[in-house]
């Protein structure tokens, strides 16, 4: 399919919300208008504990947990990856359990994650899978390894372990010919597992991108470092890149701690960094597979064009564009209607342990200016529009 035969209508609702009844559009309505309220959200995890130990698990599954997750076990996830392939997007299952650092937890989310990946193997509709390094290796440790710190003894070990999951998931992955997103995190871990995803890479991308590393451009020096390694790597080279979801935790440590804030001085300068991100891959896609993380429609737009420039046809492997599920449909759904290849993250895990991913994406899109404005409004627009087919009918 040419773009110049398929322009994309961000503003299309009826597209961009034909996988949803009535019913759904109104209960997300609901839930998005909850999020206008700040105290909701404070109280939101403690309530939210609160209704599951009281026997209401339902209450939160069938609400948010709904809205922005998949399942509560890759199993469970089927229906929610099969619908999203019958309008040609794709799942990255995201195993969203988060705070468990024992050495037997950071087995079993390993465990986890290679389950992702065999789900994908062979599965057109799940194009990536995806971990965290803090799902497997100690948030503490990655730390001590990003400050290059002495490590004890028994901490070398420890590394040794957290680097051999790390291994074994990647490893699997190029086993399996599955892409993988090592998920970007705080600016003080990110050294560590910068490092880590860069052995990962030369080592698994000899014929193509498996192994993709997340620039987070939100920070003022990660254009840089993306421009630095295109420069020295021989081999081929996936990016997924977002702007970034740790803003009010990062100017918090910096300020507390004495250094200089990594976050860029303005929004301005996180979208002008972003889009020069997608321009110096493209000028490099030869040599590299990107995946665009964002719900910004002008991002996405600007990649369109570049792709238009670069001649290159929406469905062009090396090119992707991905939202969050539950989020920014009109992007999503209008992209792929177009031929462009999509992908959603589909969060997912048992509903009390996914509490904090929940409460944190709750959070953030409420933050973001004009986020919780914009699905509010595109939602209304399309339940208006469907009354008024429904009186012409």
């Known amino acids: 399919m040419n773009m110049q035969n398929s322009p994309v209508e961000f503003s299309n609702t009826e597209v961009a919300f034909a996988h949803m009844s009535n019913g759904g559009l109104s209960k997300a309505r609901l839930l998005f208008n909850s999020f206008n309220f700040p105290g909701l959200l404070t109280l939101g995890p403690p309530m ?8 209401f698990k339902n209450l939160i599954k ?3 947990f709904e809205q922005f997750c998949g399942g509560e076990n890759v199993d469970t996830c089927r229906k929610t990856i099969d619908r999203l392939a019958a309008s040609r997007i794709g799942t990255i299952l995201d195993y969203s359990v988060e705070g468990e650092e024992s050495e ?4 079993a989310t390993c465990a986890e994650i290679i389950r992702t990946i065999d789900a994908a193997a062979g599965n057109n509709h799940i194009p990536f899978s995806v971990f965290k390094t803090t799902g497997i290796i100690r948030f503490a440790l990655l730390e001590k390894m990003s400050s290059h710190e002495a490590l004890s003894d028994s901490e070398k070990e420890e590394w040794s ?10 490893s699997h992955a190029e086993e399996k010919q599955v892409r993988i ?5 705080e600016s003080w871990i990110q050294d560590a597992i910068d490092r880590l995803a860069e052995e ?4 698994h991308n000899t014929r193509k991108a498996i192994v993709f590393n997340t620039i987070q451009l939100y920070r003022h020096d990660r254009l840089e470092y993306l421009k630095t390694q295109i420069v020295y790597a021989t081999w081929f080279l996936g990016f997924k890149l977002v702007r970034g979801a740790y803003m009010e935790k990062e100017r918090k440590r910096a300020n507390d701690v004495g250094y200089i804030d990594p976050i860029q001085p303005t929004k301005v300068a996180s979208d002008h960094d972003y889009n020069e991100a997608l321009k110096h891959c493209m000028h490099h896609i030869d040599k590299i597979s990107i995946c665009a993380g964002t719900h910004n429609e002008n991002s996405s737009r600007y990649l369109m064009e570049l792709m238009q420039e670069k001649q290159l046809q929406p469905a062009d492997e090396r090119v992707w564009f991905s939202q969050l599920l539950g989020m920014s449909d009109h992007i999503s759904y209008n992209l792929s209607h177009a031929g462009y290849n999509v992908c959603k ?3 997912y895990g048992p509903v009390k342990a996914v509490i904090p991913y929940l409460t944190r994406r709750a959070r953030e899109n409420s933050s973001v200016a004009g986020q919780m404005g914009r699905e509010l409004s595109l939602i209304e627009q399309e339940i208006k529009r469907r009354k008024q087919v429904g009186a012409r009918g």
């Open 200 to 203: 990962a890479a030369k080592r």
């Open 161 to 170: 372990r957290g680097v051999d999951r790390f291994n074994k998931i990647c």
């Open 104 to 107: 037997a937890n950071f087995d």
């Open 48 to 55: 939210a504990n609160m209704a599951i130990a009281l026997g």
């Open 345 to 347: 993250y589909v969060p």
């Open 181 to 185: 997103f090592v998920d970007a995190e």
């Open 62 to 64: 069938n609400t948010i």
